[in-house]
């Protein structure tokens, strides 16, 4: 659940036609994944093969959650996210690659 809350609150229109709001990002080769592509802000799709997960405990209750990858990874350049990362768990330490025609 993780994954599509944090894609939710990345883009909340994705897939949706609204007025003024494009949601399209430069092409990124999907890792692991066959050399799929993906084009919308999809923040949890990058880390899905294998899945990078990790545990967190509140309160006695434990949590399983997946890593997300930040906007810098999507740009194929250098992260101005916290600590140059281009994920919230540091799995990714470069930038996607650039995937199709460009």
């Known amino acids: ?22 949601n399209l990002i430069p092409p990124a ?5 066959g050399g799929a ?10 880390l899905e093969a294998p899945p990078a997960v990790f545990t ?4 006695g209750t434990t949590y399983h ?3 997300e990858v ?3 990874w999507y740009l194929h350049g250098t992260s101005f996210s916290v600590n140059g ?3 919230f ?6 930038p996607s690659s650039l995937c199709g025609p460009g």
């Open 37 to 46: 592509c993906i084009i919308n802000f999809e923040t949890g799709d990058p």
């Open 70 to 72: 930040f906007l810098p």
């Open 1 to 22: 659940m993780s994954h599509d809350v944090a894609e939710w609150l990345n883009d909340p229109f994705v897939g949706a036609l609204v007025v003024g709001y494009i």
């Open 29 to 33: 080769l999907l890792p692991g994944q």
């Open 85 to 87: 990362q281009f994920s």
């Open 89 to 94: 768990q540091n799995t990714f330490t470069t």
């Open 65 to 67: 959650l997946q890593d």
């Open 56 to 59: 967190k405990t509140t309160n």
